[in-house]
């Protein structure tokens, strides 16, 4: 059973933000370096794609429309997505595209690597919370009274959730392990095992995304640019003077726009992760937002405001950042630097910032 609560909604800040000297650049007198910028909404956000030459304005669209079509492929609520189309399926393997396929191979990869702690079959437990879609109508109608799903609701759904029901076949049938190769020659397919399970790959989706919009770009010869998906931000090499992007890490719970410390960064993913996104505050002062416990199918309740991962890969940094949440402050930050090449900023509940090794930011 579900019981009822007046709970107070909050609009979610964006995670990461460029800062407005970014798009300043000393190279006033070559028009091709000043920066062009395109948006678009995918994957329930807002994305940017800026790159610093207006000779190749037509890799914006190239990158909007992949954006597009890879909502088509992954995206868990669009009737026509490979990924809605998998959730109905049954037991059956279903056919996918290579993309989809690599997708969920490195979903399932950190899945094992993070322990459980991600879990790409908690679709139907988030579906039970429906925090973004509650945000919404309580926004219509301040009289709504926020659902929150009762103990023995969401045991139920977590007996259903188990990464490893999802498995990746080849053409022959042939079950595809995490650490093999992928070829784009050869037809894919997935099934899951649990018919009251499903699948969602938001955890990782965009910073898979990220990397392969980067790839297009570099491809296009694109030196200087910024991809933005949300809580997801990839630099591509340095401003056209040479000197860094400065990427705001957005202060829990502030206005939009504040910062609570900046990095300055070159040819690097900035991924962040928070319960300061989608949420509401309960009665009680609880957070209630979207970033679920895969053991107690509740919003996890921790000592963490936020967590921003650098790295090289966005799809790591993506993995990585909702990971070291789930974990908090002491098993996060070991995790990171049992890592090479990782770097973290952690936000504590009281607003301390503690950061790993090397990584150096300066107050907003």
Same mark, same amino acid.
């Given at each position: ?17 460029? *800062? ?84 969920? /191979?490195?979903?399932? &990869? ?16 988030? *579906? ?5 879609? /509650? ?42 392990? &995490? ?7 050869? /037809? ?17 989706? $965009? ?24 809580? =997801?931000?990839?630099?591509?090499? +340095? $401003? ?10 957005? $202060?829990?719970?502030? =206005? +939009? ?18 319960? &300061? ?53 002491? $098993? ?10 990782? *770097? ?21």
């Amino acid at each position: 059973m579900f019981f009822m609560k007046h709970v107070k909604p909050k609009t979610a800040a964006l995670l990461l933000f460029i *800062e407005s000297a970014l798009f300043l650049t000393s190279c006033a007198g070559a028009s091709s370096a000043y920066p062009i910028t395109k948006t678009g909404f995918a994957f329930d956000t807002v994305i940017s794609i800026t790159i610093y030459d207006s000779q190749k304005s037509a890799v914006l669209d190239e990158c909007l429309s992949l954006c597009e079509r890879y909502d088509t492929l992954f995206s868990a609520t669009r009737e026509d997505s490979e990924i809605w189309q998998l959730n109905h399926r049954g037991k059956e393997p279903t056919d996918i595209s290579f993309e989809t396929a690599s997708l969920i /191979q490195a979903a399932l &990869y950190w899945c094992e690597q993070s322990g459980g702690a991600l879990d790409l079959t908690m679709l139907p437990v988030s *579906e039970a919370w429906n925090i973004a879609g /509650q945000m919404t109508l309580m926004s219509e109608n301040p009289d709504y009274e926020y659902v929150i799903p009762d103990t023995d609701t969401l045991n139920a759904l977590l007996s259903h959730v188990n990464y490893k029901n999802v498995v990746l076949y080849d053409e022959a049938g042939t079950v595809v392990g &995490y650490e093999q190769t992928l070829s784009h020659d050869t /037809q894919y397919s997935a099934a899951i095992l649990d018919t009251h399970a499903a699948i969602d790959l938001g955890f990782i989706a $965009k910073g898979y995304i990220a990397d392969r919009l980067k790839e297009v770009m570099l491809s296009s010869g694109i030196e200087s640019g910024i991809i933005s998906l949300g809580g =997801n931000i990839l630099l591509i090499g +340095a $401003k056209p003077d040479g000197s860094p992007f400065r990427v705001g890490i957005q $202060k829990p719970f502030g =206005n +939009a726009g504040e910062s609570i410390v900046t990095l300055q960064k070159t040819d690097m993913s900035v991924v962040s992760s928070g319960c &300061y996104e989608r949420y509401f505050i309960a009665d009680d002062g609880s957070i209630l937002h979207h970033i679920l416990d895969t053991a107690t199918g509740a919003p996890v309740q921790n000592e963490l405001y936020g967590v921003t991962i650098l790295s090289g890969s966005s799809l790591q940094g993506d993995a990585l950042s909702t990971c070291c949440y789930i974990l908090g402050l002491e $098993k996060g930050l070991e995790l990171v630097n049992s890592l090479d090449g990782i *770097e973290a900023v952690f936000i504590t509940s009281d607003y301390e910032v503690i950061t790993t090794p090397g990584c150096n930011v300066s107050n907003s």
